[in-house]
T-cell receptor, first 118, second 110 residues
Framework: QVQLQESGPGLVKPSETLSLTCAVSGFSISSGYFWGWIRQPPAKGLEWIANIYHSGNTYYNPSLESRLFISVDTSQNRFSLKLRSVTAADTAVYYCARDRGFGAFEIWGPGTMIIVSS | QSALTQPASVSGSPGQSITISCTGTGSDVGRYDYVSWYQQRPDKAPKLIVFDVSQRPSGVSSRFSGSKSGSTASLTISGLQAEDESDYYC??????????FGTGTRVNVL
């Protein structure tokens, strides 16, 4: 059974860098698929952040691209996200997910709440 | 990259059919047959219920069906049940390998 689990700091100060990791179990990232990040601000809708292919090809939301970096570590079977210069608008539940292709996010982690506050 | 437009809420009685629309543009929904739909219960991660406009993942009830006409995709829930009361989101592939979600629809079962 494939499972994803996000991990992060919970609280980040404004202007700092948010770092998140998604650990994958039950499936080897190097075997394929796209792996993505999606977020949801409190009481708001979903926003796609970025996707990465197991080979390292990346795809970013144009509105976040200048602050984003995602990477994959096949040796640790996990992928990560870094979001620079965070503001209160980046407060959200952050999900990682496996994309079976063209945005069909078929397996999701439970999500991790990130609050940006001083 | 603007969010796809969905109605804020749709209501129906048990046993009825309801349809949720997802309107995009000729650059996303209208251009690609890569629209997916998600069901999200409170405080839970979304669940994929339709992909590639009309395909259902294994294990998803046949009461959920998807379609598309022009730049508008639709999700129909037939035989509405109390357990269908959730938020629903559409998602579309866009040029350059990016994606955009819909604004979300709350389904109320009366």
């Amino acid at each position: 059974q494939v499972q994803l689990q996000e991990s992060g700091p919970g609280l980040v100060k404004p202007s700092e860098t948010l770092s998140l990791t998604c650990a994958v179990s039950g499936f080897s990232i190097s075997s394929g698929y796209f792996w993505g990040w999606i977020r949801q601000p409190p009481a708001k809708g979903l926003e796609w952040i970025a996707n990465i292919y197991h080979s390292g090809n990346t795809y970013y939301n144009p509105s976040l691209e200048s602050r984003l970096f995602i990477s994959v570590d096949t040796s640790q079977n996990r992928f990560s996200l870094k979001l620079r210069s965070v503001t209160a608008a980046d407060t959200a539940v952050y999900y990682c997910a496996r994309d079976r292709g063209f945005g069909a996010f078929e397996i999701w982690g439970p999500g991790t709440m990130i609050i940006v506050s001083s | 990259q603007s969010a796809l437009t969905q109605p804020a809420s749709v209501s129906g009685s048990p046993g009825q059919s309801i349809t949720i629309s997802c309107t995009g543009t000729g650059s996303d929904v209208g251009r690609y047959d890569y629209v997916s739909w998600y069901q999200q219960r409170p405080d839970k991660a979304p669940k994929l219920i339709v992909f590639d406009v009309s395909q259902r993942p294994s294990g998803v009830s046949s009461r959920f069906s998807g379609s598309k006409s022009g730049s508008t995709a639709s999700l129909t829930i037939s035989g509405l049940q109390a357990e269908d009361e959730s938020d629903y989101y559409c998602n579309s592939y866009t040029p350059s390998g990016t994606f955009v979600f819909g604004t979300g629809t709350r389904v109320n079962v009366l």
